[in-house]
């Protein structure tokens, strides 16, 4: 597949030619395109060759992606060749670039299968912020379900409290004798005595 520029100026006797290659995988039991090799070519000389990298798609379908380029900061899918020639004097980078090179129907692109990765680091950092939301949902149920209440730790018994003997006789109907030899202590009715543990 050749573009050529025509008579634009300095890029007259420009062309940059695309080599594609189609393969059938048994695995997706369908034919797909590889855009193989970048050529540019300058009256009818070539200039400069670059290795395309992961640029491919199924046969019925375009390729589509926002930057194919040399330059690093574009990801790099366009390589030289080799150290030797004249790649690495040029800098190639197309933008919005799609390309399909076989079943072109009415001179339309087919849907575009986009070269975007699955895993963009606006998705991983979703993923990552997902994770730890998920994180403290599961400690703060953990620490619900194991919260105790207060009613399982408040615990009354009925205990006998013992008091030396008193000389008030108002208390009288409230004392009984424990025993009768030696000191004389007393039990208080009904009394209680309540335990809080926290």
């Given amino acids: 597949l050749s573009l050529k520029f025509g008579d634009i100026g300095n890029l007259k006797g420009l062309v940059i030619r ?15 395109f590889s855009l193989h090799r970048l050529q540019l070519l300058y009256n009818h000389s070539i200039q400069a060759t670059f290795n395309a990298t992961r640029i491919y798609a199924p046969a019925s379908y375009s390729y589509h992606c926002e930057h194919v380029s040399s330059l690093q900061r574009y990801d790099a899918l366009l390589i030289p060749s080799s150290a030797n020639d004249l790649s690495k004097l040029w800098e190639v980078t197309f933008i919005d670039f799609q390309i399909q090179g076989f079943d072109i129907r009415e001179g339309h692109f087919a849907y575009a299968k986009d070269c975007a990765s699955f895993f963009s680091p606006a998705i991983l950092m979703g993923l990552v912020m997902s994770l730890i939301l998920l994180l403290v949902l599961a400690y703060a149920l953990h620490m619900l379900i194991h919260l105790k209440s207060l009613d399982g730790h408040y615990e009354c018994k009925a205990s006998p409290a013992y008091f030396a003997q008193m000389k008030d006789n108002d208390m009288g109907d409230e004392k009984e004798p424990l025993r009768s030899s030696g000191n004389e202590s007393y039990e208080l009715r009904n009394q209680q005595f309540c335990k809080i543990y926290i």
Avoid at 18 to 32: A, R
Wanted: hydrophobic fraction near 40%; avoid cysteine; aromatic fraction near 26%.
């Fill in 18 to 32: 695309f080599l594609l290659t189609t393969s059938y995988y048994q695995l997706s039991v369908q034919n797909w």
